[in-house]
């Protein structure tokens, strides 16, 4: 007598597989049975070895993300920082620190270009006007955030501005995309976010942030195909658990046939199928979790990079 098979319960992602018990005795098949059974059993073995080139093809994948972040980055174009000249320095010159730094901004509007095309964007604008703030002795942040929402993190910020100190504890905010003072008065946004105290420690969060950005891409990838890979392993599951079923219908309780036995190397066919696809899932599972692990680090390096300011 036969023990019976087992189907397979799911709770989550971890998989319990009854193993294959035999019987003893013998019997006959008929031809037609026999080859059916054979062709089912020949066609699990081959989607084994599909599951398996499937696998090593993620791997080589995961080799492939480090390369995909270089060259993402090499995508942003590098342009030296052009402050310009003024006409005459003493045209900047404003009788406060506070009309000077007017006055420079407005000037670099009038001799710069915004420019999506060419990189040439409000994180550009701000480290230039940064560095004429501080030729003309007036010290200054570069300014991070969001001046329409506001945000509570620093990697949900989408703008850059600047922020000088025109007097002792009184800032003025400086929007170099239009060349204008904006007052606390006219938007509070201004004086709220992560300021960087030069250029430097700008960008290297700059180009975490693109990397992070590249990251989170990647991420969304591997989630749609961890999605699919689990899909496929619930059917392969299904499919074994209808086997199984069948198994124990026609064959349990009773003596080992040549038809039974091919059975269950089918049976045992479907489980190495199973056993791949969980394999698959949980390799992508194992990328995200790292790119995620990635992602926290860089963010640490961001908020430790900046400072929090006005709440």
Known sequence: MRKNYKTILIPLVVILLTGLLYGCGGGGVSQQSYDYLKTKLEAAQSQIGDLQGEINDLREENED?????????????????????????????????????ANIVRHYHETHTYSTTDFFVCADMAADVWNMLK???IAAVIQVGNVETGVGDLVDSNHSWVVAEVAPGQNLALETTSGRVVTREENALYYRGWSFPSPKE????????????????IIVELQEAAKGA??????????YNRLVDEFNSKY??????????????GIEAQQGIVDEKE???????????????????????????ATLCGG
Request: no cysteine; proline share 2%; glycine share 4%.
């Open 252 to 265: 349990f309780g009773n003596s080992v046939t040549t038809e039974s036995q091919l059975f269950e190397s």
């Open 279 to 305: 394999a698959r899932y949980l390799q992508l599972q194992e990328l995200i979790d790292s790119q995620e692990l990635t992602m926290y680090d860089m963010i640490m390096e961001m908020n430790a990079l």
């Open 202 to 217: 700008y960008k290297r969060y700059a180009e975490l942030r693109r990397e992070y950005n590249v990251r989170v891409d």
């Open 230 to 239: 689990y899909s496929g392993y619930q059917e392969a599951v299904d499919e």
């Open 65 to 101: 993300i480090d390369a995909r972040l270089k060259a993402a980055q090499l995508r942003v174009a590098e342009m030296e920082s052009q402050a310009g000249v003024p006409r005459k320095a003493n045209e900047l010159v404003g009788e406060t620190p506070a009309e000077t730094a």
């Open 135 to 137: 030729t003309y002795g």
